[in-house]
């Protein structure tokens, strides 16, 4: 059975950083898209970052530059490093896998997720 879940999240001022981990189970990370999504209050679900086997494949705009993801795949771990934190970045943060066979990119669909970690960023 696949599980993530995702730790890190805290209260931090404007301009810190935090990383954000997903411990994945369940599943080889071998063909697998993975992805960061957040969630703040009364607005649309974002994406946020997206990683295939290795490799980074894109970021939103809002934080290119500043968030990094990355993965573990000896640990089976999900990293996003997350810098130069601003209050709108405060979210409910998710981590997402799919099983593609190979692909990653943005229109990948996302069955497996995270219950998700807090990152409440104050000016």
């Known amino acids: 059975q696949v599980q993530l879940v995702e730790s890190g999240g805290d209260s931090v001022q404007s301009g810190g950083s935090l990383r954000l981990s997903c411990a994945a189970s369940?599943?080889?990370?071998?063909?697998?898209?993975m992805a960061w999504f957040r969630q703040a209050p009364g607005k649309q679900r974002e994406k946020v970052a997206i990683i295939d086997n290795e490799t980074p494949i894109s970021y939103s705009d809002s934080v290119k530059g500043r968030f990094t993801i990355s993965k573990d795949n000896g640990k089976n771990v999900l990293y996003l490093q997350m810098n130069n934190l601003k209050p709108e970045d405060s979210a409910m943060y998710y981590c997402?896998?799919?099983?593609?066979?190979?692909?990653?990119?943005?229109?990948?669909?996302?069955?497996?997720w995270g219950q998700g970690t807090q990152v409440t960023v104050s000016s």
């Open positions: 997402a896998a799919e099983r593609t066979g190979g692909y990653c990119d943005t229109r990948v669909e996302y069955n497996y």
């Open positions: 369940g599943f080889s990370y071998r063909g697998v898209c």
